[in-house]
């Protein structure tokens, strides 16, 4: 307190404070953690300060992520500041609507491939395709499909067997309608039915969580993305490492301060509400903090974009695919030697070059090391070493040894 310059003006004061911080049953330890409690108030630090009401918080399933595969959210987001997001305004919060869950359903499927129906068959001995509210509601949340009550009985009410109080859920008619994603059933009464290929586009609504962008704001983002192409194209920086020092858990994701800093050393200047649009285009966790990076690189420094050239030019694999054998003509020999010497003067310069011993080509035929081995064994020693011989060579050879 003496360096603050906040001594009470006389001793008496000083010791009426310190005494009511003595907590421990003795003059020595005062404890400065309550008293900087009641110093620091937050509402006198932040004028605009509202302390939260006790909220009851929804109850989640064991496992789950509280904004796993959510894609809306409960207030509209297009005029939302994203930069000064701190303490001053009301936090995002995400929400699911019923209306779409079975495609954020299949998207998570696709993305786990799991097998729905595996799961539904402990509860349905007798394979009836059949099973009651609490058990279709247990296997959704083994699943790990973040659902909140909601979108529970959207799903029950619409598959459900009956109208009585107690009524079964038609699981089988559900896994199709979710399995549907992979292929097309009933596909055998038409042979010519076209079956759409799965993609990275069906998992999009399980991996991304969107911020509402306008259609001025992506017409904004289109021009300020060129103006930084323009940087990167002049400076010849390659963005990603840049951001990718932030990025210790490789997740492509860093967070919205890192991510101003980044682009802060391209030298690029623009507003900040620029800056707060193209921030919201690359926020796709549901949340105003994270940014994807790694698209945001994509779209920047691109081959396309740097060379205008990509990997959809590459033709090479049209006249030289890996799946056809490589095809090769017989090599015959037809040299003639002048005698035996010029024939072991050509092994001896072969053997020089490949720096190998041709005696252990012929050791495997001649178990009991005689040093004699047959004319056939003598021509496949030969032909494991890889020295080609004209056949009236070999002839030369045999006959001499």
Sequence with gaps: MKELKLIPPNEASYQLLVRKYFDKGNIREVNYFKFCHDIDHPKDMFPQYVPKKAV?????YHGQLRDAGATYFDNSTSGLDVINNRFMQKRVETSNCPLDIEKRLQAQVVMKRVRIEEFFMDFDKLRKGRVTKNQFEQVLSMLNFNLSKEEFDSLTNKYRTSTDAEYMVNYHIFCNNIN????????????TAPVAPVTVENTVLARRKYLEVSEEEATEINYILEEYRKAVRIKRIHLKPMFQDFDITKN????????????????????????????????????????NYFDFCNDIDSPEQLFRVGRDFNHSFDYYPKTRPRITGIDIKKDVPDDVEDIIAKLRQCCKEQRIRISEFFRDFDKLRSGSITEAQFRIGLNMSKIVLSGKEFRALADKF
């Excluded at 301060?257 to 391209?266: A, D, I, K, M, V």
């Design 56 to 60: 009851e918080e929804k109850p989640f």
């Design 180 to 191: 549907a994603v992979f292929t097309t059933y009933g596909i055998q009464k038409k042979p």
């Design 252 to 291: 492509q994701h860093v967070t919205k301060h890192q991510f101003l800093r980044t682009l802060g050393q391209l030298g690029v200047s623009t507003s900040e509400k620029v800056l707060n649009t193209l921030c919201k285009a690359y926020m796709d966790k549901g949340n105003v903090d994270e940014v």
